[in-house]
């Protein structure tokens, strides 16, 4: 399965931004569908997550301003980010664990998210 993420840029603090991520390949299902963000020296860390019911949690830095979800049928994942802070700047990867003939995780390629302060 390949991901292919986009929304990504530069916006001033405040500001809003959309990413989506979307799956193509061969697959039978997708259960949990995340985004994760690393920025400059830092481990990668995990945003938002989504199950295949529609669960969803979200890092405590970001409740409340960020909002994921996902379209079962188009196999995307999007994320809404509302109220940005310069310390949203990161890369942004979208992971899915995908149920095929055996159950594995795929990441996309990463997009860019900068914060002006």
């Known amino acids: 399965v390949r991901l292919v993420e986009s929304g990504g840029g530069l916006v001033q603090a405040g500001g809003s931004l959309r990413l989506s991520c979307a799956a193509s390949?061969?697959?039978?299902?997708?259960?949990?569908m995340e985004w994760y963000r690393q920025g400059p020296g830092m481990q990668r860390e995990l945003v938002a997550a989504?199950?295949?019911?529609?669960?969803?949690k979200y890092a405590d830095s970001v409740k409340g301003r960020f909002t994921i979800s996902r379209d079962n049928a188009k196999n995307t994942v999007d994320l809404q980010m509302n109220s940005l802070k310069p310390e949203d700047t990161s890369v942004y990867y979208c992971?899915?664990?995908?149920?095929?003939?055996?159950?594995?995780?795929?990441w996309g390629q990463g997009t860019q998210v900068t914060v002006s302060s």
């Open positions: 992971r899915m664990v995908v149920v095929g003939s055996y159950e594995y995780q795929s």
């Open positions: 390949g061969s697959m039978f299902s997708i259960k949990d």
């Open positions: 989504i199950t295949s019911g529609g669960t969803t």
